[in-house]
């Protein structure tokens, strides 16, 4: 389950490397559940490369902390941990899709933004923003910023907070 604890900082080198363990086998496990909906929709042979996935975790990490330290907050809300793992998924791109070109169009074009599409359910999760609201063309129009734009954590986590707010998940 998602741990929504972020001090890494404070905690000694050993518990610092937990948790990066604990959010990688987390995000693996749901890396696990997204790969067998593309294998339905004929997308195979993805895979989660591990040492990007660590890369990506200890960057989210990093950039949270620093964002804690400069704020003086004790904790980061949900929308940044949201936004800031997002803007990592998508700059660092742990999910790997073996060639695309014997692939038809449409397949192609949905290999191309699989890890903006992980990264963006992922933050809708975390948000609690319930993803079968939003219009199509919203949706459309966040993957294409999350793969042809520079992502900056902080905009994510303001996106991730309005979504929520017009589009909250029912508990």
């Given amino acids: ?4 604890t972020n001090d890494l900082a404070e905690l000694p080198e050993d518990d610092q490397l937990k ?3 604990r959010r990688c ?3 693996q496990e749901t890396f696990e559940k997204y790969n067998s909906r593309l294998i339905t929709t004929g997308l195979t042979g993805a895979t989660m490369n591990k040492v990007l996935l660590i890369n990506c975790v200890e960057s989210y990490f990093l950039d949270i902390n620093r964002l804690k330290a400069f704020h003086g907050m004790e904790r980061a809300d949900r929308f940044k941990i949201a936004g800031y793992l997002l803007k990592w998924l998508c700059k660092i791109k742990p999910i790997q899709i073996g060639p695309l070109g014997d692939l038809p169009a449409n397949l192609q074009k949905r290999g191309l933004v699989v890890n903006e599409n992980f990264a963006l359910i992922h933050a809708l999760i975390i948000a609690k923003v319930d993803k079968a609201k939003i219009e199509q063309r919203l949706v459309t129009s966040l993957l294409y910023s999350a793969h042809y734009r520079d992502l900056n954590g902080g905009v994510m986590a303001m996106q991730m907070e309005t979504l929520a707010r017009a ?4 508990f």
């Avoid at 389950?1 to 929504?4: G, I, L, N």
């Fill in 1 to 4: 389950m998602f741990d929504e």
């Fill in 19 to 21: 948790r990066i363990v």
């Fill in 25 to 27: 086998a987390y995000l």
């Fill in 167 to 170: 589009y909250p998940r029912a």
